[in-house]
């Protein structure tokens, strides 16, 4: 069992963390206050071809694995860009990635250039009002008329719609079979606003990438913007789903030692009864214990990520990184606060905003519930709950 990273790995970190370092702790603030797309940031990202990294190389990629992409969005979170950063560039290291695995050779061809070079920008579009965690309850219809389908229907928290050129969405375009999940597709398409009115969700963090109810309404999608085969979209979504937990879970492991850091450089400055706070063990004892279990769940991420790239099963560790890395990075986020003191809640400390951050890899892309049912489940034999 080897725990050392490869000189390539090791060069990708310091290489994003250099290019990180332009955008500092001041532009993150700006950007969370006042909201705004930070194009700039993912123009640097794009520019120097970080944005294909897990894509093919035929294609204009690095053909790296889900290992390296992980290292790059924990390094980007961790330069103190936490989730401004990471889920401005995230949708477009692996959200392709049903194209990538079953999309046609000219699907391919006319996807996958314009977003690695950071041409376009993607939404993905599963979540809806009325169906929650229950994916099989779906109501966006897709009917086919002729060459094309047309689309209808609402979808709720997504992420980036404000800016993006294309949408990846799933619809149903039979009713249920067999399975519950059968009849529905996924389509990679134009979000042309004339048919999807995109409204913008006042929230409690990111304010930087922009979460948005879809009304979908008559939207003509060309045939050839179906994805693989009609009714089989869910099974494509299945199959990057791993791949997306491990990346969150790395964004989580990031912002958690961001703030971490910003905690242990106080604990060391701040002086109250003539000695640094740092010096009582109070404080000392739960930075230590945020430090192991970030590193534990780093691990984690590892594992599944390692496992993923060989091609095996990963479900149970892609699962435990997220539901691990999310909790620890909120545990960190929130001994970051309280080491802090009444400082902690000045957004000059930045510590706040890393706290806002903070719930969003524990609410998605699935819950921590639902991974413990999963868990139990699938890992410990126990009846299905959900
Ligand atoms: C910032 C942000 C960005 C997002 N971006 C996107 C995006 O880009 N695209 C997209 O499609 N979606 C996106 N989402 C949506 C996200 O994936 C969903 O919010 C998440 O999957 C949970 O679904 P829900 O909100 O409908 O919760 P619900 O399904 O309504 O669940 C509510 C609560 O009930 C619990 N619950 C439900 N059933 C059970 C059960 N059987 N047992 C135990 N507990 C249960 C859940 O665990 C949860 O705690 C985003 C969400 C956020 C907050």
Redesign the pocket.
């Given at each position: 069992m080897d725990f050392s990273f490869t000189p390539e790995q090791f060069a990708i970190r310091d290489s994003v963390a250099k290019l990180c370092e332009r955008f500092d702790a001041t532009y993150w603030l700006e950007r969370d206050r006042d909201g705004g797309f930070p194009d700039d940031f993912h123009r640097a990202i794009a520019d120097a071809g970080w944005l294909g990294i897990a894509m093919p190389a035929e294609h204009g990629g690095a053909g790296l694995g889900i290992t390296e992409a992980a290292l790059m969005m924990q390094t980007i979170s961790e330069s103190g860009a936490g989730?401004s950063g990471a889920?401005a560039v995230h949708?477009n290291i692996f959200g392709l990635n049903p194209v990538v695995v079953f999309g046609s050779a000219e699907q391919k061809k006319r996807w996958l250039p314009p977003l690695i070079r950071g041409e376009q920008k993607a939404?993905?579009?599963?979540?809806?009002?009325d169906?929650?965690?229950?994916t099989a309850k779906l109501k966006t219809s897709a009917r086919r008329e002729g060459d094309h389908y047309v689309l209808r229907g609402q979808?709720?928290?997504?992420?980036?719609?404000q800016v993006a050129a294309k949408l990846l969405i799933l619809a149903r375009t039979a009713p249920a079979g067999a399975k519950p999940t059968d009849g529905l597709s996924l389509f990679y398409t134009d979000l042309d606003r004339r048919y999807v009115e995109v409204r913008e969700i006042e929230?409690m963090?990111?304010k930087a990438v922009d979460?948005n109810l879809l009304f979908i309404e008559e939207l003509p999608v060309p045939a050839v913007d179906l994805i693989g085969a009609d009714s089989k979209g869910f099974d494509y979504i299945l199959h990057g789903l791993n791949p997306e937990r491990i990346l969150i879970a790395a964004e989580a492991i990031g912002l958690g030692r961001a703030a971490l850091a910003r905690a242990v450089a106080y604990a060391g400055e701040r002086v109250v009864f003539d000695r640094p706070i740092g010096q009582n063990q109070a404080i000392q004892h739960p930075l230590a214990r945020c430090w192991m279990e970030l590193e534990a769940a780093q691990l984690m991420v590892l594992k599944a990520a390692s496992l993923y790239d060989k091609g095996q099963p990963c479900g149970a560790e892609a699962n435990a990184a997220k539901f691990l890395a999310a909790e620890a990075c909120f545990r960190a986020c929130e001994t970051a606060m309280l080491t802090h003191g009444g400082m902690g809640y000045a957004k000059e400390y930045h510590i706040e905003r890393y706290f806002r951050e903070a719930?969003?890899p524990r609410?998605?892309?699935?819950?921590?519930?639902?991974i413990?049912?999963f868990i139990a489940e699938k890992v410990l034999g126990l009846p299905k709950?959900?």
């Amino acid at each position: 069992m080897d725990f050392s990273f490869t000189p390539e790995q090791f060069a990708i970190r310091d290489s994003v963390a250099k290019l990180c370092e332009r955008f500092d702790a001041t532009y993150w603030l700006e950007r969370d206050r006042d909201g705004g797309f930070p194009d700039d940031f993912h123009r640097a990202i794009a520019d120097a071809g970080w944005l294909g990294i897990a894509m093919p190389a035929e294609h204009g990629g690095a053909g790296l694995g889900i290992t390296e992409a992980a290292l790059m969005m924990q390094t980007i979170s961790e330069s103190g860009a936490g989730f401004s950063g990471a889920s401005a560039v995230h949708m477009n290291i692996f959200g392709l990635n049903p194209v990538v695995v079953f999309g046609s050779a000219e699907q391919k061809k006319r996807w996958l250039p314009p977003l690695i070079r950071g041409e376009q920008k993607a939404c993905f579009a599963v979540t809806e009002p009325d169906a929650g965690l229950n994916t099989a309850k779906l109501k966006t219809s897709a009917r086919r008329e002729g060459d094309h389908y047309v689309l209808r229907g609402q979808k709720i928290w997504i992420s980036t719609a404000q800016v993006a050129a294309k949408l990846l969405i799933l619809a149903r375009t039979a009713p249920a079979g067999a399975k519950p999940t059968d009849g529905l597709s996924l389509f990679y398409t134009d979000l042309d606003r004339r048919y999807v009115e995109v409204r913008e969700i006042e929230k409690m963090g990111r304010k930087a990438v922009d979460s948005n109810l879809l009304f979908i309404e008559e939207l003509p999608v060309p045939a050839v913007d179906l994805i693989g085969a009609d009714s089989k979209g869910f099974d494509y979504i299945l199959h990057g789903l791993n791949p997306e937990r491990i990346l969150i879970a790395a964004e989580a492991i990031g912002l958690g030692r961001a703030a971490l850091a910003r905690a242990v450089a106080y604990a060391g400055e701040r002086v109250v009864f003539d000695r640094p706070i740092g010096q009582n063990q109070a404080i000392q004892h739960p930075l230590a214990r945020c430090w192991m279990e970030l590193e534990a769940a780093q691990l984690m991420v590892l594992k599944a990520a390692s496992l993923y790239d060989k091609g095996q099963p990963c479900g149970a560790e892609a699962n435990a990184a997220k539901f691990l890395a999310a909790e620890a990075c909120f545990r960190a986020c929130e001994t970051a606060m309280l080491t802090h003191g009444g400082m902690g809640y000045a957004k000059e400390y930045h510590i706040e905003r890393y706290f806002r951050e903070a719930m969003i890899p524990r609410l998605a892309p699935v819950s921590p519930q639902l991974i413990l049912c999963f868990i139990a489940e699938k890992v410990l034999g126990l009846p299905k709950s959900y």
